[in-house]
């Protein structure tokens, strides 16, 4: 499965993420991926499997956002 994302932080153009395993999972492997890239200390990651999609927050704002995709 790909994450592609819509941006993280100001960077607009991030290369799709191979992901896989349960939401939990999921999100530690964005969470691991986007860290680096936004200057917040404060990130968390909440993915929805049922829309295929999640969101990347910093502190009280979106960081950025991501759809699931199979990667066939």
């Known amino acids: 499965m790909l994450a592609k994302f819509d941006r993280i932080s100001r960077n607009h153009d991030v ?3 191979a992901v896989s ?3 939990q999972a999921i999100a530690e492997q ?3 991926y986007a860290k680096p890239k936004v200057a ?3 990130v968390e990651v909440v993915v929805d ?3 295929s999609r999640g969101t990347i927050y910093c502190g009280m704002q979106v960081g950025g956002s991501f759809v699931l995709m199979s990667d066939e």
Request: charged share 40%.
């Open 49 to 51: 499997l049922a829309e």
């Open 21 to 23: 395993g349960d939401a």
């Open 40 to 42: 917040s200390k404060d």
């Open 15 to 17: 290369p799709d993420l």
């Open 30 to 32: 964005v969470y691991r």
